[in-house]
């Protein structure tokens, strides 16, 4: 099992007093769940300064941005961590658009931001959204496949699979993340049916993809996160579509957007 690493809440505002009061509500919320000793909060009053760390490794869970500021602002972040760091590192941060106006809701959808908040209701809204966060993260991080494998039993997150692929002639099916390839001797009927309850669907006949990993479908092909391509079988493609586009309602209903 891999260590698990430290990660960062990150908050960016150019008006400083804002900054600390913004900080002061995420502060308050991981000490309310005991969190305060697992996740650092880190303050930015631009968002270049941001990036940097991004571009320096820095992991974080989430992002809270005000929208309007005088140099990069929180669309060209948006933008930005949609291009360049969810397509290219496989692992989207959520980003949460804080406000004055109303009419941002519309770009933030169109950016698929996690979520948007009103500054009059960040009191309330920010605690609310920040457990959210930190429930459906321990969800992910609690949901694991445990695989008999001929080194021995492992465990593989259900959230790092970008697809599974029975290998041609093989008795074993393998599971692709974005840095590895787990083997299991399973059949892909019974693994089908131990699947049924999570985000799988076919692509063809040996071959299931995880939903999650969906950055978009290029005629018969689906494009997964960290630029990871897999073709479509034609009999499979109006049935991937529609669990595609159920999973992204579904997603958008859950957050609330």
């Known amino acids: 099992m891999r260590k698990t690493e430290k990660k960062s809440i990150a908050v960016i505002d150019d008006e400083v007093q804002m900054l600390k009061v913004i900080g002061r509500y995420v502060t308050e919320t991981l000490k309310q769940k005991n969190m305060t000793d697992k996740i650092n909060v ?5 968002a270049e300064e941001f990036l940097e760390s991004v571009k320096k490794d820095e992991k974080y869970l989430a992002v809270f941005s005000d929208i309007e500021m005088d140099t990069m602002n929180g669309i060209e972040l948006g933008k930005w961590l949609n291009k360049k760091h969810a397509q ?3 692992e989207a941060i959520p980003l949460i658009f804080i406000t004055s106006h109303e009419e941002f809701a519309i770009e933030s959808y169109r950016l698929d931001a996690y979520q948007y908040i009103l500054k009059e209701e960040m009191k309330v809204r920010i605690p609310e959204v920040l457990r959210n966060i930190l429930q459906q993260r321990r969800e992910e991080e609690d949901s694991y496949r445990v695989l008999e494998t001929i080194e021995g039993m492992q465990k593989i ?8 692929q029975k290998a041609k002639g093989k008795k074993y099916v393998e599971y692709y993340t974005q840095d590895k390839v787990y083997r299991e001797q399973i059949n892909m009927k ?3 049916e131990e699947l049924q309850h999570r985000d799988f669907v076919y692509a063809d006949r040996s071959c299931l993809v995880n939903i999650e990993k969906v950055i978009q479908i290029h005629g018969m092909e689906l494009e997964l996160s960290g630029g990871v391509r897999v073709r479509i079988a034609r009999r499979h493609l109006m049935e991937l579509k529609e669990c595609v586009r159920q999973y992204w309602e579904r997603k958008k209903r859950y957050h609330g957007i």
């Open 42 to 46: 880190r303050l930015f009053c631009m």
């Open 88 to 90: 290219e590192k496989g």
């Open 190 to 192: 019974t693994l089908w």
């Open 157 to 164: 997150r259900y959230g790092d699979i970008l697809y599974i």
